[in-house]
């Protein structure tokens, strides 16, 4: 059992930056991948980034790519992701979860999930 609590969001103004935190209680979480998935009011829940176990291997949605970093401390049991120049087409809530599957971009792939975070990004 993992439980995952998200942290972090916020209003911020176009152009700005967030860090957002998944922090993890269970002893397994060193051993999973990490994803972050948004969803917006009236759209459906998308992948946003993933992270391998190990931190070795990331992945990243097109429309994020550039501008978001994936990483996780395993020692802590935390997952971060770092939003830099953000856009208003960015406010969502966001969800960590995490996957036994190595290679995992789709929500049912992912076995625990986190309560969201909001954030909203104004213009």
């Known amino acids: 059992q993992v439980q995952l609590v998200e942290s972090g969001g916020g209003l911020v103004q176009a152009g700005g930056s967030l860090r957002l935190s998944c922090a993890a209680s269970?002893?397994?979480?060193?051993?999973?991948?990490m994803g972050w998935f948004r969803q917006a009011p009236g759209k459906e829940r998308e992948f946003v980034a993933r992270?391998?176990?190990?931190?070795?291997?990331?992945a990243y949605t097109n429309s994020v790519k550039g501008r978001f970093t994936i990483s996780r401390d395993n020692a802590k049991n935390t997952g971060y992701l770092q939003m830099n120049s953000l856009k208003p087409e960015d406010t969502a809530v966001y969800y960590c979860?995490?996957?036994?599957?190595?290679?995992?971009?789709?929500?049912?792939?992912?076995?625990?999930w986190g309560q969201g975070t909001q954030v909203t990004v104004s213009s």
């Open positions: 979860a995490v996957s036994s599957r190595v290679v995992a971009t789709i929500d049912w792939q992912y076995d625990y």
């Open positions: 269970g002893r397994t979480f060193s051993t999973k991948t």
């Open positions: 992270i391998s176990s190990s931190g070795l291997s990331t």
